[in-house]
């Protein structure tokens, strides 16, 4: 077990929930806000709930005590957090009206269609790299399952003596 193992999985539940926010209207902080407010209400936020509340579901129900994530587990959540934190900064949007297009960027260096490109360049890297890390974290937690024997999975729960 890993300092970084144990904090990690114990800040999963309230992290996610505040970035599963901040994704959804993060931007308007930094007084952008638009249509994706809306879109993303109905698109991003469900399927990031999802994914969200399964990771956060197989990582506190891993066997053994206490609980901690692995360094790869936790380097990889810390990296899906950092991903989403990008993404609900940097991430443009638009309004009804032709020239409403704006980010954190056109807020901090004025519109132009450069920093309106480099904010979409940003957007996305940060929306791959938490896809990765997401992917990595999924996989690391569905593979570190495949130790357990279904007697193992039974006993996760219950106090050293029974079982034995």
């Known amino acids: 077990m890993t300092k970084l193992g144990r904090r990690t999985l114990l800040w999963m539940i309230p992290l996610n929930l505040l ?3 901040w994704v959804w209207i993060g931007r308007i902080v930094f007084g952008v806000g638009g ?5 993303f209400l109905v698109s991003v936020i469900p399927v990031l709930l999802i994914g969200l ?8 129900t891993q066997h053994g005590r206490p609980r901690s994530l692995t360094p790869m587990q936790a380097w990889a959540q810390v990296l899906t957090w950092v991903g989403l ?6 991430c443009p949007d638009f309004g009804d009206t032709e020239d409403s297009h704006i980010s954190l960027l056109t807020q901090v260096l004025g519109a132009s269609d450069a920093v309106l490109d480099l904010s979409y360049t940003i957007t996305i890297a940060f929306a791959g790299l938490a896809f990765v890390a997401y992917v990595v974290l999924l996989a ?5 399952r495949r130790g357990e024997t279904p007697a193992d ?7 050293q003596w029974v079982g034995e």
Do not use: D, M, R, S
Not at 35 to 39: A, G, K, L, N, T
Not at 140 to 144: C, E, K
């Open 19 to 21: 970035l599963l926010v």
């Open 35 to 39: 249509w994706f407010f809306v879109i």
């Open 53 to 60: 509340l399964a990771t956060t579901v197989l990582a506190y």
């Open 85 to 90: 934190l990008g993404f609900g900064a940097f």
């Open 140 to 144: 690391t937690l569905i593979f570190a």
């Open 153 to 159: 999975a039974a006993y996760a729960g219950a106090p």
